[in-house]
């Protein structure tokens, strides 16, 4: 099936996430065909979960324990708090979605499979199944992908041989500190905004580095700041950079969005931020 028209509202700013959906719903799609019945009514073809047994639901959440076990949580509204809740086991989600041996003969998984052959309506169309898991799933995955955005931030500057950490031992709690230890040159703060909270995070950041400027010596303060490409794009790159700095009267010495990475880097060269010499080293081996 050609997904490739469906709504992605947030692509430019987690490209990742839907590569990782994307590849679901391809596996979804692989194993719906393989285990159910699937027929075609003028032009719309329909799964007929009604024709499958409790072992052809087990059969197919066994294919690929996580895209499907995902897809039928979704589907049948049983995630799991409300599986616990109407039959009794506890995180089927999580104790299965990744398990690497066979869920065949495992209690909680049966038992699962044997809510799945009551629930089930009797057919669904496989476009509606496939695009409804994939709308479902994308709403619960933006939150944990915008979550993991500042680690991934940190391991982008450990690649390119800054020793960046969390300095969650700092004054203020820098989310970026370069480098490793004292003297630091770095202070910086990761935010992915929303935009109905904006003005409060700009004037966050300008509180942020105003105090780390008074608590660390000849550091230069930065700014990453997720605020997702349609923004960026209808206002302006400099005029929201100037938004944050408040025309350049703060003390941020550089603001930065989701997408300029390598600027990041370029700046911290200009500014001739130290490297880690082991990783420089290992880089030259």
Known sequence: MDISGWPRPSENELPEMYQDIDNMVFTAEKELRNHFRVTNKNGEERIQFGEATTEDFLQAIDADHQAMIALFQKIAGLPDR????QYGVRGVGSRFRDRKTSLIGVDGAER?????NELMPESLGMETVLYSFY?????DQRRFYRMRYETEFLEFLEENEYRAWKGN???GEPDIVIPESDPYEVIGEIRVIQQKDKQKRFKEFRTEAHEAHGNFEDIKFVVVANLGQQYIEDHGRETVRSEITKDGTSEIDGVFFHDERDEVLDQLEEWGVSKNPQQSLDTLE
Request: a negative charge; aromatic letters at 18%.
């Open 169 to 171: 031992s700092l004054p």
């Open 82 to 85: 409300e599986f616990e809740r």
């Open 112 to 116: 699962f499979a044997e809510a799945l």
């Open 135 to 139: 709308k479902a799933w994308e709403g």
